[in-house]
Protein backbone atom coordinates (compact mmCIF):
# COMPACT_ATOMS: atom_id res chain seq x y z
CA UNK A 1 0.00 0.00 0.00
CA UNK A 2 1.36 3.31 -1.34
CA UNK A 3 1.75 5.54 2.18
CA UNK A 4 3.63 7.86 3.73
CA UNK A 5 4.21 7.49 7.71
CA UNK A 6 5.39 9.44 10.83
CA UNK A 7 6.51 8.86 14.00
CA UNK A 8 6.21 9.50 16.50
CA UNK A 9 2.14 10.80 16.11
CA UNK A 10 1.59 12.53 19.82
CA UNK A 11 4.65 14.05 21.46
CA UNK A 12 5.37 16.32 24.45
CA UNK A 13 8.34 17.67 25.17
CA UNK A 14 9.96 20.14 27.52
CA UNK A 15 11.97 23.90 25.71
CA UNK A 16 15.07 22.84 24.80
CA UNK A 17 14.83 19.00 24.40
CA UNK A 18 16.55 18.19 21.42
CA UNK A 19 13.81 16.21 19.24
CA UNK A 20 13.34 14.30 15.34
CA UNK A 21 9.82 13.45 14.10
CA UNK A 22 11.08 10.66 11.07
CA UNK A 23 8.95 10.44 7.71
CA UNK A 24 9.19 7.83 5.14
CA UNK A 25 7.46 6.88 1.85
CA UNK A 26 7.63 3.71 0.15
CA UNK A 27 6.45 5.78 -3.39
CA UNK A 28 9.64 6.42 -4.42
CA UNK A 29 9.12 9.99 -4.93
CA UNK A 30 11.73 13.02 -5.31
CA UNK A 31 9.90 15.50 -3.82
CA UNK A 32 9.08 15.82 -0.13
CA UNK A 33 7.77 18.40 2.56
CA UNK A 34 7.19 19.73 6.03
CA UNK A 35 4.71 21.51 7.47
CA UNK A 36 2.88 22.82 9.72
CA UNK A 37 -0.47 23.47 10.84
CA UNK A 38 -1.91 25.92 13.02
CA UNK A 39 -5.53 27.71 13.52
CA UNK A 40 -6.71 30.54 10.58
CA UNK A 41 -2.90 30.25 9.07
CA UNK A 42 -3.53 26.92 7.57
CA UNK A 43 -0.21 24.58 6.01
CA UNK A 44 2.61 26.64 6.00
CA UNK A 45 5.99 25.00 4.63
CA UNK A 46 8.80 24.71 6.64
CA UNK A 47 11.72 22.70 4.35
CA UNK A 48 11.11 20.66 1.39
CA UNK A 49 13.61 18.69 -0.78
CA UNK A 50 13.99 17.82 -4.49
CA UNK A 51 15.96 14.82 -4.34
CA UNK A 52 18.44 12.95 -2.05
CA UNK A 53 20.85 15.84 -0.40
CA UNK A 54 18.80 18.39 -2.14
CA UNK A 55 16.96 20.47 0.46
CA UNK A 56 15.49 24.02 1.05
CA UNK A 57 13.72 26.36 2.96
CA UNK A 58 9.90 26.79 2.62
CA UNK A 59 8.36 29.51 4.38
CA UNK A 60 8.75 28.88 7.91
CA UNK A 61 12.14 27.33 8.27
CA UNK A 62 13.33 29.07 11.71
CA UNK A 63 13.76 26.49 14.54
CA UNK A 64 14.20 23.50 12.27
CA UNK A 65 16.73 21.40 10.17
CA UNK A 66 16.06 18.38 7.87
CA UNK A 67 18.19 15.98 6.01
CA UNK A 68 17.97 13.89 3.32
CA UNK A 69 20.09 11.01 2.74
CA UNK A 70 17.79 8.52 1.12
CA UNK A 71 15.43 8.76 -1.09
CA UNK A 72 12.65 7.54 1.09
CA UNK A 73 13.01 9.25 4.67
CA UNK A 74 13.09 13.37 5.45
CA UNK A 75 13.21 13.29 9.07
CA UNK A 76 12.57 16.88 10.56
CA UNK A 77 14.76 18.13 13.59
CA UNK A 78 13.97 20.50 16.35
CA UNK A 79 17.46 20.76 17.97
CA UNK A 80 15.95 23.52 20.85
CA UNK A 81 12.37 23.29 20.65
CA UNK A 82 10.50 26.53 22.35
CA UNK A 83 6.43 26.57 22.96
CA UNK A 84 5.96 28.19 19.76
CA UNK A 85 6.46 25.00 17.82
CA UNK A 86 3.63 23.61 19.63
CA UNK A 87 1.56 22.54 16.43
CA UNK A 88 0.54 19.93 14.27
CA UNK A 89 3.29 18.98 11.78
CA UNK A 90 2.51 17.01 8.19
CA UNK A 91 4.85 15.10 6.05
CA UNK A 92 4.25 15.14 2.45
CA UNK A 93 5.25 13.46 -0.53
CA UNK A 94 4.91 13.78 -4.24
CA UNK A 95 6.69 13.26 -7.82
CA UNK A 96 6.69 17.16 -7.86
CA UNK A 97 5.22 20.28 -6.50
CA UNK A 98 2.64 20.30 -9.52
CA UNK A 99 1.41 16.35 -8.80
CA UNK A 100 -0.37 15.13 -5.96
CA UNK A 101 0.84 15.43 -2.62
CA UNK A 102 0.42 12.57 -0.38
CA UNK A 103 0.23 13.26 3.31
CA UNK A 104 1.52 11.19 6.57
CA UNK A 105 -0.78 11.37 9.77
CA UNK A 106 0.57 14.03 10.99
CA UNK A 107 2.76 14.58 14.25
CA UNK A 108 0.87 16.94 17.24
CA UNK A 109 4.02 18.51 19.28
CA UNK A 110 3.50 19.92 22.17
CA UNK A 111 6.03 22.06 23.90
CA UNK A 112 5.97 23.11 27.54
CA UNK B 1 5.52 34.65 0.90
CA UNK B 2 3.04 34.28 -1.68
CA UNK B 3 -0.30 34.26 0.21
CA UNK B 4 -3.09 33.00 -0.66
CA UNK B 5 -5.98 33.57 1.22
CA UNK B 6 -9.88 31.61 1.21
CA UNK B 7 -13.32 33.01 2.52
CA UNK B 8 -14.75 32.53 4.04
CA UNK B 9 -12.82 31.11 6.88
CA UNK B 10 -16.15 29.15 7.97
CA UNK B 11 -18.94 28.44 6.51
CA UNK B 12 -22.13 26.07 8.25
CA UNK B 13 -25.10 25.16 5.58
CA UNK B 14 -27.88 22.71 5.87
CA UNK B 15 -27.79 19.59 3.56
CA UNK B 16 -28.97 20.74 0.14
CA UNK B 17 -27.53 24.00 -0.20
CA UNK B 18 -25.44 25.30 -2.65
CA UNK B 19 -22.27 26.90 -1.40
CA UNK B 20 -18.99 28.88 -3.08
CA UNK B 21 -15.78 29.23 -1.27
CA UNK B 22 -12.50 31.30 -2.55
CA UNK B 23 -9.11 31.39 -2.95
CA UNK B 24 -7.34 34.59 -3.74
CA UNK B 25 -3.85 35.69 -4.34
CA UNK B 26 -1.85 38.79 -5.54
CA UNK B 27 0.66 36.37 -7.34
CA UNK B 28 0.29 34.07 -10.54
CA UNK B 29 0.32 30.49 -10.04
CA UNK B 30 1.50 28.15 -12.84
CA UNK B 31 -1.44 25.35 -11.42
CA UNK B 32 -3.55 25.21 -8.34
CA UNK B 33 -4.54 22.54 -6.35
CA UNK B 34 -7.87 21.55 -3.88
CA UNK B 35 -7.41 19.39 -1.47
CA UNK B 36 -9.91 18.44 1.59
CA UNK B 37 -9.07 17.69 5.10
CA UNK B 38 -10.99 15.46 7.50
CA UNK B 39 -10.30 15.73 11.58
CA UNK B 40 -7.10 13.47 12.15
CA UNK B 41 -6.23 12.94 8.71
CA UNK B 42 -3.92 15.00 6.26
CA UNK B 43 -5.06 16.68 3.21
CA UNK B 44 -6.17 14.68 0.23
CA UNK B 45 -6.14 16.12 -3.34
CA UNK B 46 -9.51 16.77 -4.83
CA UNK B 47 -8.06 18.52 -7.89
CA UNK B 48 -5.55 20.30 -10.04
CA UNK B 49 -5.88 23.05 -12.38
CA UNK B 50 -3.48 24.76 -14.52
CA UNK B 51 -4.76 26.84 -17.21
CA UNK B 52 -6.39 30.29 -17.07
CA UNK B 53 -10.25 29.82 -16.93
CA UNK B 54 -10.16 25.91 -16.80
CA UNK B 55 -13.42 24.45 -15.23
CA UNK B 56 -13.20 21.10 -13.64
CA UNK B 57 -16.13 18.84 -12.41
CA UNK B 58 -15.86 16.17 -9.77
CA UNK B 59 -19.24 14.79 -9.17
CA UNK B 60 -20.92 17.81 -7.49
CA UNK B 61 -18.04 20.07 -7.49
CA UNK B 62 -17.17 22.76 -9.69
CA UNK B 63 -13.72 24.34 -9.47
CA UNK B 64 -12.62 26.92 -11.55
CA UNK B 65 -9.40 28.58 -12.37
CA UNK B 66 -9.40 32.61 -12.91
CA UNK B 67 -8.51 34.03 -16.18
CA UNK B 68 -5.71 35.75 -14.52
CA UNK B 69 -4.09 32.18 -12.90
CA UNK B 70 -4.25 34.66 -9.48
CA UNK B 71 -7.76 32.58 -7.97
CA UNK B 72 -9.90 29.81 -8.12
CA UNK B 73 -13.47 29.14 -6.72
CA UNK B 74 -14.75 25.43 -5.41
CA UNK B 75 -19.25 25.39 -6.21
CA UNK B 76 -20.93 22.79 -4.66
CA UNK B 77 -24.18 21.52 -5.83
CA UNK B 78 -26.32 20.41 -2.83
CA UNK B 79 -24.32 20.02 -0.06
CA UNK B 80 -23.82 16.60 1.63
CA UNK B 81 -23.07 15.91 5.52
CA UNK B 82 -20.04 14.32 3.48
CA UNK B 83 -18.92 17.05 2.45
CA UNK B 84 -18.14 18.48 5.77
CA UNK B 85 -14.30 19.09 6.09
CA UNK B 86 -11.30 21.94 5.39
CA UNK B 87 -10.79 22.67 2.21
CA UNK B 88 -7.45 24.14 1.51
CA UNK B 89 -6.03 25.71 -1.85
CA UNK B 90 -2.18 24.97 -3.35
CA UNK B 91 -0.47 27.06 -5.54
CA UNK B 92 2.76 26.60 -7.43
CA UNK B 93 4.32 29.49 -9.22
CA UNK B 94 6.98 27.74 -11.81
CA UNK B 95 8.49 31.38 -12.80
CA UNK B 96 10.04 32.19 -9.35
CA UNK B 97 12.48 29.14 -9.73
CA UNK B 98 11.82 28.24 -6.36
CA UNK B 99 9.93 24.80 -5.65
CA UNK B 100 7.91 25.87 -2.97
CA UNK B 101 4.03 24.66 -2.59
CA UNK B 102 1.95 27.19 -0.83
CA UNK B 103 -1.32 26.59 0.79
CA UNK B 104 -3.70 28.84 2.04
CA UNK B 105 -5.43 29.33 5.03
CA UNK B 106 -8.71 27.28 4.54
CA UNK B 107 -12.50 27.31 4.65
CA UNK B 108 -14.19 24.71 7.09
CA UNK B 109 -17.39 23.92 6.02
CA UNK B 110 -19.92 22.21 8.05
CA UNK B 111 -22.59 20.92 6.29
CA UNK B 112 -25.82 19.62 8.90
CA UNK B 113 -28.04 17.12 7.84
Known amino acids: EAQVTQNPRYLITVTGKKLTVTCSQN?????MSWYRQDPGLGLRQIYY???????DKGDVPEGYKVSRKEKRNFPLILESPSPNQTSLYFC???????????FGPGTRLTVT | TQLLEQSPQFLSIQEGENLTVYCNSS?????LQWYRQEPGEGPVLLVT?????EVKKLKRLTFQFGDARKDSSLHITAAQPGDTGLYLC?????????????FGTGTRLTVIP
Open chain 1, 92 to 102: ASSISPTHEQY
Open chain 1, 27 to 31: MNHEY
Open chain 1, 49 to 55: SMNVEVT
Open chain 2, 27 to 31: SVFSS
Open chain 2, 49 to 53: VVTGG
Open chain 2, 90 to 102: AGFDRQTGANNLF
